[in-house]
């Protein structure tokens, strides 16, 4: 089905303001976006995601003084990490104002907030008067959208509309962090543990991404199966282990191993984490495009962003 791609940020917050759905360019991916406060237009998003309902969604404003419409406290470690980190990919819970519709939250009392660093984002917020729920912009458990197209592939016919902002420059979602009653992280994404560690000092690791069945119950949305291509894909196979058939690759820096691929993705042949981040949905969903019998990827270093790419890289090879 056809869907509209454009850059009318008007019609785009128009859309919102009547209860509609758009997608919605940020620097990590692109999110399906809706009025917050709507519990209608909310519901949409779940519907056109099939997204089940105790996955909470992230709340989007443009700026803090925005705060008291989404949440009743802004602690003081809150008020550092937003002025290290915001506009950009970090997102508190914070408890949650009336104003928000329990739907949002799944019917927890803390709702995930966060300012994105995406101009069109903020003005399409701006302009719509409200604050934006916005999950990432794909079917659930499938991969995110890095660019508007990617966007119109999953849910063409489901959104109302797709602002094209470009490539998304940072490629994974934002960090999730709890804070009280002690700061803890619950998703790795675009903020790395070592940089939220000079803001927060000690983090409890609740995204405990060794076992991601155990996060599953700690928060909810982070399903040890998700973000996945429709190919099987296999993390980091022993070099003994045989491949039948045809395979692609998706590596950091170069080919690993002695085995022959009919595809290839190499993320970042300088090796910088960045570019592969950037890189990485886009390059899977290439992969998983070619109808391959298998993918295999490459674990990254377990450092800065690599530890959200693994998160992602360990959900996508989780049994289906
Ligand atoms: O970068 C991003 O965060 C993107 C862009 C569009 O902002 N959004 C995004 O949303 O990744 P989504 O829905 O794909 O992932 C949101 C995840 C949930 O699955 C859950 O793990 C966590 O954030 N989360 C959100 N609200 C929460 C809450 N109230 N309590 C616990 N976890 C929450
Ligand atoms: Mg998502």
């Known amino acids: 089905m056809a869907c509209e791609i454009g850059t009318d940020l008007e019609r785009a917050a128009d859309i919102i303001r009547r209860g509609g759905l758009v997608g919605m360019p940020t620097e990590t991916v692109y999110g399906l976006a809706a009025n917050a406060l709507d519990p209608q237009a909310v519901a949409r998003i779940f519907e056109a995601k099939e997204r089940p309902a105790f996955d909470p969604l992230i709340v989007h404003i443009p700026d803090v003084s925005w ?23 970090l997102t508190m819970l914070l408890p949650k104002a009336a104003a928000v519709p329990d ?30 729920a916005a999950p990432s912009a794909n079917l659930f458990g499938r991969i995110s959208p890095t660019t508007a197209q990617h966007v ?11 602002l094209d902002g470009g490539p998304c420059g940072v490629g994974v979602e934002s960090t ?32 405990s991404t060794d076992h991601p069945g155990e996060v599953a119950q700690s928060a909810p949305g982070m399903l040890p199966q ?6 099987p894909l296999i993390l980091d196979p022993p ?22 691929f009919c595809a290839q993705e190499i993320l970042s042949p300088e090796g910088s984490l ?18 391959l019998d298998g993918i295999v990827a490459e674990s990254f270093p377990e450092a800065g962003l690599g530890r959200a790419l693994n998160d992602r890289l360990r959900r996508a090879a989780a049994p289906k």
């Open 274 to 291: 960045t570019d592969a981040a950037a890189n990485f949905f886009a390059a899977l969903r290439r992969l998983d495009e070619l109808g």
């Open 103 to 132: 739907l949002v939250t799944s019917g927890l009392p803390e709702v995930g907030v966060r300012i994105p660093d995406h101009s069109m984002a903020i003005t399409l917020i701006r302009t719509s008067e409200c604050p934006v």
């Open 239 to 260: 070099a003994e282990r045989v491949l039948g058939g045809r395979w692609g690759v998706l590596c950091f820096q170069r080919l690993p191993g002695e085995r022959e």
């Open 176 to 207: 999730v962090v709890r804070l009280s009653p002690r700061p803890a992280l619950l998703r790795p994404g675009g903020v790395s543990l070592e940089d939220l560690i000079k803001v927060a000092g000690a983090l409890e690791i609740e995204a």
């Open 67 to 89: 705060m008291p419409r989404v949440a009743t406290e802004f602690p003081d470690l809150g008020q550092r990490l937003a002025a290290r980190f915001w506009p950009g990919p």
């Open 152 to 162: 119109a592939d999953q849910l063409a016919g489901r959104v109302d509309y797709i």
């Open 226 to 231: 998700h973000y996945a291509p429709r190919t």
